[in-house]
């Protein structure tokens, strides 16, 4: 191997390894942001809206339905190309539809129209999800040696848990002081900015991509682990 060639390869492995801080900030990111698009915070929108339990109910299953049948039907999908890759572009159109959230917000009326579009919006923001579920599974594990995945996975469950109890403690006290629909066209915005900061830290991710490649298809796992750390 050339000198230029070591140099090279050398800084492939320093960009794997900045891959591990870059994947807790997407992690993180991620997980705040999806909190506005599901569960509590959203039923809690609708009801603030005025809209009535049954369609409350009926929206989060046509948001599960919608998650669950991608999963399954799309489960091929990032078979072919970089998973990483495909599940960073995922991030684009699930932040885009939560910026369509906020004219709903700033309206503040219950009508069939602005429950259709919520319906409607929320579903295409699940298949997009579970795109990037799919991908995000079908990332290669041998990426990081065993113990190493699964201390990734423990350090982005911690942090990211502590930003949502935080991101959900801000939401609480703003609501003795605001409307809710007024919280959350602002909380909708920003979870379409951490989306973008998902997609930039999952996307130059990909540096050291190539090589990892090179080093399965030549059988190397040995350097692949070295790689990782």
């Given at each position: 191997?050339?000198?230029?060639?070591?140099?090279?390869e050398q800084t492939f492995l320093r960009n794997v390894r900045r891959n591990k801080i870059k994947a807790i900030?997407?992690?993180?990111?991620r997980t705040v942001a999806l909190m506005c698009a599901s569960g509590t915070l959203m039923q809690t929108f609708l009801a603030t809206l005025g809209f009535d339990s049954e369609l409350i109910y009926l929206h989060s299953t046509l948001l599960q339905a919608a998650n669950v049948l991608t999963i399954i039907l799309a489960s091929n999908w990032a078979s072919n190309g970089s998973p990483i890759k495909r599940a960073a572009f995922t991030t684009i159109p699930i932040g885009l539809f939560f910026l369509c959230y906020v004219p709903i917000a700033i309206a503040n009326q219950a009508t069939l129209i602005s429950y259709v579009l919520l319906c409607s919006v929320g579903v295409l923001q699940h298949i997009a999800y579970g795109?990037?579920?799919?991908?995000?599974?079908?990332t290669p594990y041998y990426v990081y040696k065993a113990d190493e995945y699964g201390m990734m996975l423990s350090i982005c469950g911690i942090i990211s848990s502590v930003f949502s109890l935080f991101f959900g403690f801000v939401v609480s006290f703003l609501t003795e002081r605001f409307a809710f629909s007024d919280i959350m066209?602002?909380?909708?915005?920003?979870?379409?900015?951490?989306m973008l900061i998902t997609f930039v830290a999952m996307g130059f991710s990909n540096a050291g991509q190539i090589l990892i490649s090179r080093y399965v298809g030549a059988k190397r796992h040995d350097l692949v682990g070295e790689m990782v750390g």
């Open positions: 191997m050339t000198d230029y060639q070591m140099r090279k900030i997407a992690y993180t990111a795109l990037f579920t799919v991908c995000e599974y079908k066209k602002f909380a909708f915005a920003i979870s379409a900015v951490l």
